[in-house]
């Protein structure tokens, strides 16, 4: 379980000696279950991807504790095969010296040790996102974005977490594709018996695969809402993001 | 290795790295290669023309001055070059501690950089010359003091978009060590920019160098060195000129044939040619780099 308690964080505007700082995330409070598949949906600059980065422990909160199974996420040991991400920007998201070989096998060597035996687990790997084991010397640049995306899903998974931060991951796909990814995503949480925290401006993908979605404005959890019970969202914020969709 | 492929498809930068390891490994191996002693000294031979006993003539005191020339390599070139890969090894510690760390150690680190950066490079060598009296050694010791500060700044740059990037965050959340990510994702995309910087300041060390030496600051006497070659030569510079191309030539197609490699290793890492996966950094870098790369000289 993550536990996200009264989370606070700010960067300081302007240069070295500027004392002026800037409140991107104010206490913002929520668990997360085990399997469940959590949306967190606001606009840009809203807080959510630095509320990512919190969530992924690469960056300290300045108030308020972010724990999973009772244990720091800023302690790398405490998130060691636990928790994974997939980023936005594929083409950043992998070392474009790596193979995709090369790129999948890194959270396993980590989480396993450099003399686990991955023969096979890399193949099944590539297959369980749409791939063929083809793939698997190719290196970044030759991808296109929503295969890209794809090895960068099945290295998300690849050291079986219990939970996958997927910040903005389908946002810089096309249409069909983003629909495609979404289905395996679905799949993926079926087979793994994972569960998620989706980071989106996107209310409809959310709803798509989410159980709950959560609102965030300027830094504050306007609300949080079962996916089912959508419609009847209180705060003036989340009726407004959805009137948006429905026109 | 791809890197350094890519370079020696161009011609020039292909002919200019044959000629730097030639000229490297002639000065590596200077007692196989030289003719003669390059310090024996014949008075009778004084200001002979070129021969075939003496290739390129004798000098002031009637010594081979192919000799010296094949012999001077070892200060003028090789002696730079250690001095060289010594401060960009401690300029890339530092920068990839600051560049990666970020944070106090980051300002730190920065500030004393600044320090090193804010006396004037000329200045602070005669200082250190001053200080220590006059020898290629300290030369050499006042360049390690004064240029790591700078390759530090530059590294750092390149280390922080590199930090920043997704696979680096990813690297993060797996649980993969800080010494691991720097081995495994920065070096690697560090190194070209690295290349680039060092051989740009390669070319100016070798020419402050045989400054230095010309002055009278640098080796002392009975070695060879291409700048105190030129400073011998100069008294007969109206009467015997052919004496000064020797020595001159030499610096010249070193330097150049330096530069011509180092503007090689700036076109291998431009975005423009570089693949698709490198076109992000490439704008902070044009943003963030330039400018500083214009210091160097």
């Given at each position: 379980m993550l536990h996200v308690h009264r989370v606070q964080k700010s960067y300081r505007k302007g240069g070295m000696l500027s004392r002026e700082k800037k409140q991107v995330l104010h206490g913002i409070?929520?668990?997360?279950?085990?399997?469940?598949?959590?949306?967190?949906?606001?606009?840009?600059?809203?807080?959510?991807?630095?509320?990512?980065?919190?969530?992924?422990?690469?960056?300290?909160?300045?108030?308020?504790?972010v724990r999973f199974d009772g244990r720091n996420v800023a302690d790398r040991k405490a998130r060691l095969g636990k928790i994974s991400a997939v980023f936005q920007d594929y083409t950043s998201s992998m070392n474009p010296f790596y193979t995709v070989e090369k790129i999948v096998l890194e959270p396993l060597t980590t989480r396993y040790g450099r003399h686990f035996n991955h023969h096979g687990k890399i193949d099944s790997l590539l297959f369980q996102v749409g791939l063929d084991p083809a793939y698997?010397?190719?290196?970044?640049?030759?991808?296109?974005?929503?295969?890209?995306q794809r090895v960068c899903i099945a290295r998300a998974v690849a050291a079986e977490p219990q939970c996958i931060?997927?910040?903005?991951?389908?946002?810089?796909?096309?249409?069909?594709?983003?629909?495609?990814?979404?289905?395996?995503?679905?799949?993926?949480?079926?087979?793994?018996?994972?569960?998620?925290?989706?980071?989106?401006?996107?209310?409809?993908?959310?709803?798509?695969?989410?159980?709950?979605?959560?609102?965030?404005?300027?830094?504050?959890l306007e609300e949080m809402i079962g996916v089912n019970r959508l419609k009847e969202v209180q705060s003036p914020y989340a009726q407004h993001m959805l009137k948006m969709v429905i026109r | 290795m791809m890197f350094l492929k890519n370079v020696l498809k161009d011609r020039v930068a292909a002919a200019s790295f044959a000629i730097l390891v030639a000229v490297m490994t002639v000065g590596i191996f200077a007692p196989v290669f030289a003719p003669h002693d390059p310090e024996e000294v014949h008075m009778e031979l004084r200001y002979a023309s070129?021969?075939?006993e003496y290739w390129l003539g004798n000098d002031h005191l009637g010594r081979c001055i192919l000799s010296r020339l094949i012999y001077g390599i070892q200060p003028s070139v090789l002696g730079v070059l250690a001095a060289l890969l010594l401060s960009v090894l401690l300029g890339?510690?530092?920068?990839?501690?600051?560049?990666?760390?970020?944070?106090?150690?980051?300002?730190?680190?920065?500030?004393?950089?600044?320090?090193?950066?804010?006396?004037?490079s000329y200045v602070m060598t005669l200082a250190v010359v001053g200080i220590f009296g006059v020898g290629l050694e300290h030369i050499l010791m006042a360049f390690l003091l004064l240029k790591?500060?700078?390759?530090?700044?530059?590294?750092?740059?390149?280390?922080?978009?590199?930090?920043?990037?997704?696979?680096?965050?990813?690297a993060k959340v797996a649980g993969v060590g800080n010494a691991a990510i720097m081995r495994k994702h920065l070096i690697p995309a560090?190194?070209?920019?690295?290349?680039?910087?060092?051989?740009?300041?390669?070319?100016?060390?070798?020419?402050?160098i045989s400054g230095f030496s010309f002055l009278g600051l640098g080796i002392q006497a009975p070695k060879a060195e291409w700048g105190m070659m030129l400073n011998e030569a100069r008294e007969v510079m109206f009467s015997k000129?052919?004496?000064?191309?020797?020595?001159?030539?030499?610096?010249?197609?070193?330097?150049?044939?330096?530069?011509?490699l180092s503007d090689a290793f700036q076109a291998a890492v431009d975005p423009k040619l570089a693949a698709s996966s490198r076109k992000e950094r490439s704008m902070a870098e044009a943003a963030a780099g330039r400018l500083e790369r214009k210091e160097v000289a």
């Open positions: 409070s929520f668990d997360w279950m085990p399997g469940e598949c959590l949306g967190v949906i606001g606009e840009s600059g809203s807080g959510k991807s630095t509320l990512a980065r919190l969530l992924l422990g690469i960056e300290k909160p300045d108030g308020g504790t698997r010397v190719k290196y970044p640049h030759e991808l296109s974005g929503g295969e890209a931060v997927l910040d903005e991951a389908i946002s810089s796909l096309d249409g069909s594709v983003q629909v495609q990814v979404l289905d395996l995503l679905k799949d993926l949480r079926k087979l793994y018996g994972m569960g998620y925290i989706f980071i989106t401006h996107d209310i409809e993908a959310a709803a798509y695969l989410c159980d709950r979605v959560m609102f965030i404005r300027e830094g504050r | 070129a021969s075939w890339a510690v530092i920068g990839f501690v600051a560049g990666y760390f970020r944070g106090k150690t980051d300002v730190i680190l920065m500030r004393i950089c600044d320090v090193m950066l804010s006396f004037p790591w500060a700078w390759f530090a700044r530059i590294i750092r740059t390149s280390v922080m978009q590199f930090s920043e990037s997704d696979y680096v965050k990813f560090a190194l070209p920019d690295i290349a680039v910087i060092a051989s740009s300041s390669f070319g100016s060390m070798v020419l402050q000129p052919e004496f000064m191309l020797a020595p001159g030539l030499a610096i010249i197609i070193v330097v150049l044939a330096i530069n011509f």
